[in-house]
């Protein structure tokens, strides 16, 4: 099996995930090796991603690897470079304010608990096995779509979203994997599914974006928000298609990356019955049987440190990729320009220098006690410098309330036998899914 092979898709998950971890624990923290004839260096020091994700980020821009999510989210914050995305996210910024994303928070709960509804009166409420993930992920984007468009957004258009985007995710999966590719544009029946599908998503998006338009109001969801935000230099707002590509990449990023996080919270956590009692508890002790709310964050600190912990075993973002502008030197490795830089948060949420018994699940490392002195770039599953994931708020405030507003109601027992374990494509999902059956909860 090649590196390419290896490192794109070709080998099966455990060989993608075995190579990088093996080759940073024998190789150190800076290994150099190529793909298709290219220069390339895997970093696992936090004071190397540091270096590039913050000191000098400037000099790093994102690699070739993101020219197929460049074909969903076009010049959107996940794929813009240099003064242009510097501008965009200034116009973002706040959008994700804290008392934006409060105001939001209800709309989290309301929408988990129409769905624990809708389980209870399935033949799921009475022991059919179902995959949560699958659920995570239809539920994760309801909550973004009608937290971007307001929550009138009917039940049509949010099912036309999810299905070109579960066709769109895939699509892109398999043009991150497949070598060499045939163009987009070539007349192939996966490329006309795949126009037909972008097709449908950006009538959805444009038709909502032109009615907020002609209403002309501030209706308290985040696409209000981006219609409003003026350049603090120029004046200017957002342009029809940049506001389409901010709308598409928070669709997506906001939806798929906390869906992966929670499906694996709920397969880590009823493999561990110590941390699931724990969190039984704190719900109970915290909420007493009510609906959890935006102001009870402080005090669900175990359903938080479960979170992280999953994504430190497990972070949705498992690999991403920069090449330098100029040459550089990383560690007394000498860096070519145009070279491929990876940096791998499974990887490095790995290290043993930084993570003590790094293989076990362990909830309470993220303490406040125990986090004391850990190196800021030894966790990052949002990432880190200026490009940091500017949805880290929204993302954990939305997980922890369905987290506890889920386990609070039921527990997700595994379905014996059912195969779980990561996918490494775009991000890291359960393969095969995370197949359960609810037990309610007294």
């Not at 090649?2 to 940073?24: D, I, M, P, T």
């Not at 007394?332 to 003590?356: E, K």
Request: a neutral charge; glycine letters at 10%.
């Amino acid at each position: 099996m090649s590196l390419v092979g290896l490192l794109l898709g070709k080998g099966g998950s455990e060989a993608q995930l075995g190579f990088l971890l093996s080759a940073a624990e024998e190789y150190g923290p800076v290994v150099g090796f190529r793909i298709l004839n290219r220069r390339s260096l895997l970093l696992d020091h936090p004071d190397h991603i540091r270096y590039v994700l913050r000191t000098n980020n400037r000099n790093y821009l994102k690699s070739r690897h993101y020219e197929p999510v460049k074909l969903v989210v076009g010049e959107g914050l996940i794929a813009n470079e240099g003064d242009a995305w510097r501008r965009q996210r200034r116009l973002m910024q706040p959008a994700f304010h804290r008392q934006r994303i409060a105001d939001l928070a209800s709309l989290m709960v309301d929408e988990t608990e129409d769905r624990l509804e809708r389980w209870a009166s399935s033949p799921r409420g009475r022991g059919e096995p179902f995959d949560v993930s699958h659920e995570m992920t239809g539920l994760t984007l309801k909550i973004v779509a009608k937290a971007l468009f307001g929550a009138d957004v009917e039940e049509g258009r949010v099912g036309k979203i999810a299905e070109a985007q579960g066709f769109l995710n895939g699509y892109v999966d398999s043009r991150i994997g497949d070598l060499p590719r045939l163009p987009h544009w070539a007349p192939t029946p996966k490329n006309a599914r795949f126009r037909r599908a972008l097709g449908d998503l950006d009538e959805v998006v444009y038709s909502l974006i032109d009615e907020r338009r002609e209403r002309g109001e501030d209706e308290g969801d985040l696409l209000s928000v981006l219609l409003s935000a003026r350049d603090e230099e120029t004046g200017e707002t957002m342009g029809e298609k940049q506001l389409r590509d901010e709308v598409m990449n928070l669709l997506i990023a906001g939806n798929e990356t906390t869906a992966v996080a929670l499906s694996w919270t709920w397969h880590l956590l009823h493999r561990h019955p110590g941390a699931e009692r724990k969190l039984h508890e704190e719900l109970g002790e915290v909420l007493g049987g009510r609906s959890p709310t935006f102001g009870d964050l402080p005090e669900l600190a175990y359903a938080r440190m479960l979170l992280k912990e999953a994504m430190r075993l497990y972070p949705p973002v498992w690999i991403v990729s920069r090449r330098p502008l100029e040459d550089d030197e990383i560690g007394g490795y000498r860096v070519p320009a145009d070279a491929t830089v990876l940096i791998s948060p499974y990887v490095t949420h790995r290290n043993p220098a930084y993570w003590h018994r790094p293989g076990v699940f362990d909830p309470e490392r993220f303490s406040a006690e125990r986090s004391t002195g850990r190196p800021e770039f030894a966790y990052l599953p949002f990432g880190g410098g200026p490009r940091k994931c500017i949805g880290e708020h929204f993302a954990m405030t939305e997980g922890v309330l369905i987290l506890a507003a889920i386990a609070q109601r039921y527990r997700l027992e595994p379905v014996p036998g059912h195969p779980v374990e990561p996918e490494p494509l775009v991000t890291l999902r359960p393969k095969r899914g995370v197949v359960v059956t609810l037990e309610a909860r007294k």
